[in-house]
Structures are given as structure tokens and as C-alpha cells.
């Protein structure tokens, strides 16, 4: 028998990747006469959101980091680092 926190870990990556691929369906990509519209840069930071809820995901179940607190931290703080820079990089077209 499989790993029941693993299952449970498999589950979340699909419910969070299903969200992330209707979010990107469902996003509104033109423009309004008046101005920007925020709601693709709105759904393109939800997006990094999941991606980085997923990544911390694979990172404490499927790596086994739960069990080790300094790699589990060092590991999310640099998987955090690389979203904010993603982030800003995806932002700076904007400012």
C-alpha cells in the first residue's frame, strides 16, 4: 500500500494544478479603452502562488524535507527567493 501522505500530497498537486489551468482559461487578456486591466496580472501572480505552493509540496513530501527542519527552511527560503524574483520579473514590464 502506497504511502497515504503521499496520496494525499499527489491529490493537492492535481486540485492545484487544475486551479492554475482555470485560471488561465478563464483569464480576461484584453485591455480596457480606459486603462490597464489587472486582471491578467492578477491571475499571473495567483499562478506563481500555486506554482510555489507546489513546488514546497514536491519539496517536504516527495524529497522527504518534512522530517528535516534546516534543509526544509533553507529549501523553502530559496524556492521563495526564485517566486519573488519571478515575480518581479513578470512585473516590471508594468511599473
Do not use: C, H, Q
Not at 3 to 13: G, Q, Y
Not at 41 to 64: H, P
Amino acid at each position: 500500500m502506497l504511502n497515504d501522505k503521499l496520496i494525499r500530497a499527489w491529490i493537492a498537486l492535481l486540485v492545484l494544478s487544475a486551479t492554475s489551468t482555470a485560471v488561465a482559461i478563464f483569464i480576461d487578456r484584453g485591455t480596457t479603452a480606459s486603462g490597464v486591466d489587472w486582471s491578467p496580472v492578477v491571475a499571473g501572480v495567483v499562478i506563481l502562488l500555486l506554482a510555489l505552493i507546489k513546488g514546497r509540496i514536491i519539496l517536504s513530501r516527495y524529497l522527504g524535507l518534512e522530517t528535516t527542519r534546516f534543509w526544509r527552511r533553507g529549501f523553502n527560503t530559496a524556492l521563495t527567493l526564485y517566486a519573488l524574483v519571478l515575480l518581479g520579473l513578470y512585473l516590471a514590464p508594468m511599473l
